[in-house]
T-cell receptor, first 114, second 113 residues
Framework: DAGITQSPRHKVTETGTPVTLRCHQT?????MYWYRQDPGHGLRLIHY???????DKGEVSDGYSVSRSKTEDFLLTLESATSSQTSVYFC?????????????FGPGTRLTVL | AQSVTQLDSQVPVFEEAPVELRCNYS??????LFWYVQYPNQGLQLLLKYLSGSTLVKGINGFEAEFNKSQTSFHLRKPSVHISDTAEYFCAVLLYNNNDMRFGAGTRLTVKP
């Protein structure tokens, strides 16, 4: 398995509270991604990073922000969580110059917003 | 933007039978295509990918897929499935020079003894 860890693995929070999810890699890969997985939608890209302090929006970025201050860490923040953000969140990494290289996925974080 | 349709949400099949999981995509430009598998309570794992060249792509665990540009399809096949193939399978498409991978909604394959 690629060296990707996500923390926490499970979290229950209340509407309106801030939440930060962490993705940590030991592979020194350039690209890191945050996805959310919801029934009937597959995975949808939230944000991705192509280097330290270099990030871009994905398909469903509203309500989320990200930061990458070190190669190995990519943080996803929900500034004010809403029930619609209840989901399973996956981090992924890839090494290539473009996005065509294989993406390796972390184990996921199950977030419940009450 | 590109999109992906997986035509079957659930596919039940008996052990040792062949299986085909269907995937169609839409895009106005050239794409790369992927199939991922997700076992229960795990992340996704790459089965195979098409970048260029031969339209028949072989992947891990005996799976293969064929890229059909005229029909904009990338169906996944296995000639004989095992109980251990029970999982959810996702088709995904990526545009050239783009990092926004789009996934289908998934097909749940259930292999029965």
């Amino acid at each position: 398995d690629a060296g990707i860890t996500q923390s926490p693995r499970h979290k229950v929070t209340e509407t309106g509270t801030p939440v930060t999810l962490r993705c940590h890699q030991t592979e020194n890969h350039r690209y890191m991604y945050w996805y959310r997985q919801d029934p009937g939608h597959g995975l949808r890209l939230i944000h991705y990073s192509y280097g330290v302090k270099d990030t871009d929006k994905g398909e469903v970025s509203d309500g989320y922000s990200v930061s990458r201050s070190k190669t190995e860490d990519f943080l996803l923040t929900l500034e004010s969580a809403t029930s619609s953000q209840t989901s399973v969140y996956f981090c992924a990494i890839s090494s290539g110059v473009t996005g065509t290289d294989t993406q390796y996925f972390g184990p996921g974080t199950r977030l419940t917003v009450l | 933007a590109q999109s992906v349709t997986q035509l079957d949400s659930q596919v039940p099949v008996f052990e040792e039978a062949p299986v085909e999981l269907r995937c169609n995509y839409s895009s106005s430009v050239s794409v790369y295509l992927f199939w991922y598998v997700q076992y229960p309570n795990q992340g996704l794992q790459l089965l195979l990918k098409y970048l260029s060249g031969s339209t028949l792509v072989k992947g891990i665990n005996g799976f293969e897929a064929e890229f059909n540009k005229s029909q904009t399809s990338f169906h996944l096949r296995k000639p004989s499935v095992h109980i251990s193939d029970t999982a959810e399978y996702f088709c995904a498409v990526l545009l050239y020079n783009n990092n926004d991978m789009r996934f289908g909604a998934g097909t749940r394959l259930t292999v029965k003894p």
